[in-house]
């Protein structure tokens, strides 16, 4: 069982940067893959990011490539997703999420378990 909350989002105007972090508790959350979607208002939950359980491996959607780094600290069962260059269409509410495969990594029904959400709103 793992249990996750997300902290970080805010107000940010277009350019700036957020960090988001992912508290995670549980033994196991070294061995979950993690995931960063977002639920934009209107819209459908959609991939953002997602690592392997190692650290070694990092996959982006190709909206945020370039811009987002998601990194995790099994250490400190968190996982985090720092943003940059953020643009109003990033406005969204964003989840972490732990799963047990990677395949399928941009699908939400991957995932077994899932933050809360944390509101993340870009001004232009």
């Known amino acids: 069982q793992v249990q996750l909350v997300e902290s970080g989002g805010g107000l940010v105007q277009a350019g700036g940067s957020l960090r988001l972090s992912c508290a995670a508790s549980?033994?196991?959350?070294?061995?979950?893959?993690m995931g960063w979607f977002r639920q934009g208002p209107g819209k459908e939950r959609e991939f953002v990011a997602a690592?392997?359980?190692?650290?070694?491996?990092?996959y982006y959607a190709d909206s945020v490539k370039g811009r987002f780094t998601s990194s995790r600290d099994n250490a400190k069962n968190t996982v985090y997703l720092q943003m940059n260059k953020l643009k109003p269409e990033d406005t969204a509410v964003y989840y972490c999420?732990?799963?047990?495969?990677?395949?399928?990594?941009?699908?939400?029904?991957?995932?077994?378990?899932w933050g809360q959400g944390t509101q993340v709103t870009v001004s232009s």
């Open positions: 999420a732990a799963g047990d495969t990677l395949l399928l990594y941009t699908t939400p029904t991957k995932y077994q378990y």
């Open positions: 549980g033994r196991t959350f070294s061995t979950y893959h």
């Open positions: 690592d392997s359980w190692t650290g070694t491996s990092t």
